[in-house]
């Protein structure tokens, strides 16, 4: 896992900072997503229904998908000297392809912008959610955070902590 300065981002811009581990995504995550969110549409939570629908077998929600990529960035960078990183947005999002139950996913992250603020440094970075065996990926996000300069003893990983301050 790279591990990689707050000051270093600036220059890295356009580099791949790492793949994460695989992920398996399991019926018992899909239907605990299913019950956070009020969406049990029957081709996510029900099995014997999906496997005579379009896919064969359940699939995990876009946004379940969408959601993990702080779990996927923490597997494959952090980022030393931040204390925290904050979620600004997204830029884009597109989901060409179906995460059925069972399957295993990964992140490839990579640094498309950084810019030096008065917290920090705002970041562009571009996750493809790959599906092992598949062409095509699942997700595919371009998200903006903001790396909150912390002490030079201290290394946020992808997903890090929360913070509360947006600015």
């Not at 779990?71 to 600004?88: D, E, I, P």
């Not at 992250?109 to 493809?128: F, K, N, Q, Y």
């Amino acid at each position: 896992m790279l591990t990689i300065g707050i000051d270093e981002l600036e220059r890295r811009v356009g580099e791949e900072l790492g793949t994460s581990p695989w992920l398996e995504i399991a019926q018992q995550r899909i239907d605990a997503f299913a019950d956070a969110t009020d969406d049990r549409q029957w081709i996510h939570v029900d099995p014997a229904r999906a496997a005579a629908g379009p896919y064969g077998a359940t699939i995990a929600h876009g946004f379940l998908t969408l959601s993990l990529l702080p779990a996927l960035a923490a597997g494959a960078y952090a980022v030393h000297g931040a204390s925290t990183r904050v979620n600004y947005g997204l830029d884009r999002v597109r989901f060409p392809a179906p995460v059925r139950v069972g399957s295993r996913i990964r992140g490839r992250i990579s640094l498309v912008a950084a810019e030096r603020t008065d917290r920090g440094v705002r970041a562009t970075l571009r996750t493809e959610v790959e599906i092992e065996g598949s062409d095509k990926p699942a997700c595919v996000a371009d998200s903006v955070t903001l790396f909150v300069r912390g002490t030079a003893d201290e290394a946020v990983g992808g997903a890090g902590r929360e913070g509360e301050d947006r600015t």
